[in-house]
Structure formats: structure tokens, C-alpha cells
């Protein structure tokens, strides 16, 4: 191991390179990962938009924003902003925490091919939301193809396991209303005295505070071990 900058340690030397994310680092296919995203970062030809008009000559017609894209790379890095993504949706980290933990691990700046430590934010966490945006859905296949096929190839993984998809599940309860006896007495109730109010019917009593106290009752009777009074 050469050391260029004798002002600071590099990284291989403060980590250990037995930990499976330093492993992963020496075998992902960087330069294969970069070659596939960067065509998302091209410039590209804008076709314009012809908006028609009408001047003291005639009608007229003009194109307007035709020409080269200004949108290009990124500012960051292609393979740190691809390396940010992966340790925020294996770790489930937010953008901004992401960042923040990056400037405090040795270890992730090694998985983001950094060979010095720095102590500072890798980037702004909008650019890691706008390059999640720029490589799409085809652009994190790709990602997530190239780390099983490392995992694959350095027997992290054996190929079986990847036979069988392993889905878990939980049940939990919903507060549904159930369409019980008392409950569509009440509504009943409701239309009731909807009906009479326009026909114009009086009626001397509606019966509100016997229904109140009846579905409080009758909710009481559906809970286990309860004893309404």
C-alpha cells in the first residue's frame, strides 16, 4: 500500500476489508454500473414547439426552444451518487441521513470510491433526489442486477436462494364498521325523520337520546368479557 498524501491515512488502512460492505466495494462492477447510467445523462436534442402568430404582414410562425439540451452529468459524481442510493435503500435511510452518515463513516466513503477520509457532506440531498429521478426505474434494475450478480459470483449468495421469494405479511386489525342489527336500526331512524321533515310531519318525539343510548349498549355487547350496566 503507497501513501500519496502523507498529511492524511487512507481509508483501506482504518477499515477493516473483511466487512462484507468493503468486500462488495472490490467486486461491484463500477466502471460497468457508470458506462450503463451515464447515457441517462446525455444532452439531447429539443425538437422545439412551433407557436403560430399574426403581425401586420400575415400569420406567422416561430420555433421556439429548439436546440441542445442544457441538462448534462451530474455535478457529483456518477459512482457516488450510485453508491448514496444503495446505501439508502439498504440501510432505509432518508436522503438527508444518508449524506450525513456518509460524512461519518470511513467505511461508506471506501464504498463510494473515495481512497482519503473526508469530513463533509458527499452532496446535497436534492441532487441525490433529482439523479433517483434522472435514472428511473431501468436505472435501479440495473444497480440492483449488478450487486446479486457480485453477490452471486463471490458466493455472498447461492444461486437457490434466489429461486424463491419469501414475502412477509401482517395482519393487523381495521376499524370496520360492520353492518349490524342496531346500527341499521339507527340509520333507519335517521331516514325516518328525514321524511317526515319534508313532508311537513311534526313529530313528537324522534327517539335521538334512546338511540344514542341503545348503540352505546349495543357496542358494549360486542366486546369480550364486557357487561353493559
Not at 487512507?10 to 461491484?28: F, G, K, Q, S, Y
Not at 342489527?181 to 319534508?198: C, F, M, Q, T
Request: glycine share 8%; proline share 5%.
Amino acid at each position: 500500500m503507497q501513501t500519496t498524501d502523507f498529511f492524511r491515512c487512507r481509508i483501506d488502512a482504518m477499515i477493516d476489508l473483511r466487512h462484507p460492505l468493503a468486500v462488495l466495494t472490490t467486486h461491484l462492477p463500477w466502471g460497468v454500473i457508470e458506462a450503463a447510467l451515464a447515457p441517462k445523462f446525455e444532452r439531447r436534442d429539443r425538437p422545439g414547439q412551433l407557436l403560430e402568430g399574426l403581425d401586420m404582414l400575415g400569420p406567422t410562425a416561430t420555433l421556439v426552444g429548439a436546440g441542445r439540451s442544457n441538462a448534462g452529468r451530474p455535478r457529483a459524481a456518477i459512482r457516488l451518487l450510485a453508491s448514496l442510493l444503495y446505501l439508502k435503500h439498504s440501510f432505509d435511510l432518508s436522503d438527508e441521513d444518508v449524506c450525513e452518515r456518509w460524512s461519518e463513516s470511513p467505511l461508506w466513503q471506501f464504498f463510494s470510491g473515495r481512497d482519503y477520509y473526508e469530513h463533509r457532506l458527499p452532496c446535497d440531498a436534492t441532487q441525490l433526489g433529482r439523479f433517483r429521478r434522472d435514472i428511473g426505474q431501468d436505472g435501479l434494475e440495473q444497480l440492483l442486477k449488478a450487486t446479486i450478480d457480485t453477490a452471486v459470483a463471490t458466493a455472498a449468495v447461492k444461486p437457490e436462494a434466489l429461486e424463491r421469494v419469501t414475502v412477509d405479511t401482517t395482519v393487523q386489525e381495521k376499524a370496520i364498521a360492520h353492518p349490524v342489527d342496531s346500527r341499521l336500526l339507527e340509520i333507519a331512524r335517521h331516514k325516518v325523520i328525514g321524511a317526515a321533515k319534508r313532508c311537513g310531519i311534526g313529530l313528537k318525539q324522534t327517539f335521538a337520546k334512546e338511540g344514542k343510548e341503545l348503540r352505546r349498549k349495543a357496542g358494549g355487547y360486542a366486546e369480550p368479557g364486557h357487561k353493559p350496566s
